[in-house]
């Protein structure tokens, strides 16, 4: 009996800072906690950036409300970063998927903005997929002696908002906003507002 307890008691030695497997062990912990240190400097590296809470469009002015913050790393300064300037008050030049991150070159000062969103009251229903983002036309028909003229007033403007009527289809007032070139904005008005049925026709999204 006491050959097999100084057996066993051999088998359990402490082992010895000089051991291969010892070394190999702390070499592979210590590799393990260098990883997971860098994971975690990789994820403290990411940016808070602002994203389009809802679609941004042309002539729309910036505010806290219209953003969310999103995460991320993303090479140069072409996003706006919650780190910098704020902002708001700055007018959106161009056409911003909910979403997306907002980029510095799709902002602008509200006295450079070059659009106005003018609101329409439409006599044709409009189509289910027109929403802000949407593109459009903008046509009027008139009747005068027994005639009825159709023309296209504005082309190519970008929906801001919709505002569906009440009441059955064939029936009911539609209001679209669209954002209106500033040059353009006199001679829209005067059109919308002499007469005639309006009807806004979608061509897609920008």
Do not use: C, N
């Not at 291969?20 to 400097?41: D, E, S």
């Not at 072409?78 to 959106?92: C, D, F, I, N």
């Not at 504005?154 to 209106?180: C, K, P, S, Y």
């Amino acid at each position: 009996m006491m050959a097999d307890d100084h057996a066993v008691a051999g088998r359990l030695k402490r082992p010895s800072w000089s051991d291969p497997r010892l070394l190999v062990g702390l070499l592979l912990i210590a590799i393990a906690v260098v990883a997971v240190g860098l994971t975690v400097k990789a994820t403290d590296d990411s940016v808070s950036y602002y994203a389009a809470r809802d679609t941004l469009t042309p002539g729309t002015v910036l505010s806290e409300s219209s953003v969310d913050v999103a995460q991320g790393r993303v090479p140069g300064e072409a996003y706006v970063a919650v780190e910098g300037s704020e902002p708001w008050g700055m007018v959106v030049s161009r056409t911003v998927a909910a979403g997306e991150l907002v980029p510095h070159g799709a902002l602008v000062e509200a006295a450079d903005a070059d659009v106005r969103p003018i609101a329409v009251v439409t006599g044709v229903p409009l189509a289910e997929g027109i929403e802000p983002g949407s593109i459009v036309d903008v046509w009027v028909s008139k009747e005068s002696d027994d005639e009825r003229a159709t023309v296209v007033i504005a082309e190519g403007l970008t929906v801001a908002a919709v505002d569906r009527g009440d009441g059955a289809f064939a029936t009911r007032e539609d209001t679209v906003h669209v954002a209106v070139p500033t040059a353009d904005v006199g001679a829209f008005l005067g059109a919308v507002s002499g007469g005639g049925t309006i009807a806004v026709v979608g061509l897609g999204s920008r």
